[in-house]
């Protein structure tokens, strides 16, 4: 049983979400607020936010595609085919 358990609040980020349970190879992370659980969120949560985080962007943006290839292939340490597969 571990003893030390990591925790995060209602108020931290999703960026920092995802960081910290990545650093700590967890799957999920229980969410308290004044020392009493309000929740948890688990890897399956982020992967739910990114792919309607990615579908909201793309659908707002609706960028031409020479455009879109140009903009990321301009990113550091991005492979615009990994990208295109997204």
């Known amino acids: ?3 030390d358990v990591i925790t995060i609040d209602p108020d931290t980020t999703i960026e920092e979400t995802a960081r910290v349970m990545a650093d700590a190879n ?19 949560d982020l992967l739910n936010i990114t792919v309607n985080l990615w579908a909201s962007v793309v659908q707002v ?24 597969k997204v």
């Open 1 to 3: 049983m571990v003893r």
């Open 26 to 44: 967890i799957g999920c992370l229980p969410v308290l607020q004044d020392g009493n659980l309000v929740g948890i969120i688990t890897e399956r």
């Open 61 to 84: 943006a609706d960028v031409p595609a020479a455009t879109f290839t140009e903009t990321v292939g301009n990113i550091p340490d991005t492979n615009i085919q990994d990208i295109r």
